[in-house]
């Protein structure tokens, strides 16, 4: 069966557990088209943004296996200028999918209170004078991760509760019941292999150190924590105006 999903190392922690990868051919595409190809896949599952959700809510979603994260360890940091005192642009580069394009928006507007104008940065390198939301790998190169503000981190702390930033949907849901019952323990098979899988992933070893060091503050099992924090994240984008109404999550 196809799996579609994002290309990042947190996803790929997920795809390369020995089970999962051994029965799903996982197939990487930009966050943007992962939905896209579930919905032309029909029998396929996927990991897709949470936020994918309110213009697909007719999509089958797992109770039991999403990735959440409440610490450092984040697909997305914030880069700020040196001493700047305020924010009035922010400019998103790299696998930007909805999550991103809102939650920064709503994130400075609840927190700071500022309005900041939303850019995609399509430039080859970083300019020093601006500040940056970058999402994926392009985070952990060069060490780049190390001075940036972890955007899980920061929705973690808004919500007080998990940042729930993929799910697993699907159009079917008897595959989504199967993929349910065979992996309900996730991270019981992730975490006793998590060092052959983190070895094998083409990394240096200041990242690898990284996630194995803060490997305890991502999570690839739901629990009622998380799915409230999936349902607060929901009502957040429609007090923002966002959606025209609050809507329930067709769990399995």
Not at 101 to 120: G, T
Request: aromatic letters at 10%; a negative charge.
């Amino acid at each position: 069966m196809n799996l579609y999903a994002p290309n990042n190392i947190f996803i790929q922690i997920f795809s390369n557990e020995p089970s999962v990868k051994q029965n799903y051919n996982v197939i990487s595409s930009p966050s943007p088209m992962v939905v896209k190809n579930i919905l032309n896949d029909k029998d396929s599952i996927g990991l897709v943004p949470t936020l994918d959700l309110i213009n697909n809510k007719e999509l089958f979603v797992s109770s039991k296996i999403g990735i959440s994260f409440d610490g450092i360890l984040s697909s997305a940091y914030l880069y700020f200028v040196k001493g700047e005192r305020t924010v009035d642009k922010i400019h998103l580069r790299g696998d930007i999918s909805v999550n991103e394009a809102l939650i920064s928006k709503m994130l400075f507007e609840e927190r700071y209170s500022v309005d900041p104008e939303i850019i995609l940065d399509t430039s080859r390198e970083l300019d020093p004078d601006k500040d940056y939301l970058i999402a994926g790998d392009e985070n952990f190169l060069d060490g780049k991760f190390k001075i940036g503000l972890s955007l899980a981190d920061e929705i973690s702390d808004l919500l007080n509760l998990p940042y729930v930033n993929y799910l697993l949907v699907s159009e079917n849901r008897e595959k989504l019941e199967e993929f349910n019952n065979t992996f309900k323990k996730i991270d019981t098979l992730i975490e006793d292999n998590i060092e052959d899988i983190i070895n094998a992933l083409e990394l240096n070893d200041e990242v690898k150190n990284f996630l194995t060091d803060n490997f305890n503050s991502i999570y690839y099992e739901l629990t009622p924590n998380e799915t409230e924090a999936v349902q607060e994240l929901i009502k957040l984008v429609y007090y923002h105006g966002i959606i025209d109404d609050i809507f329930d999550v067709k769990y399995v």
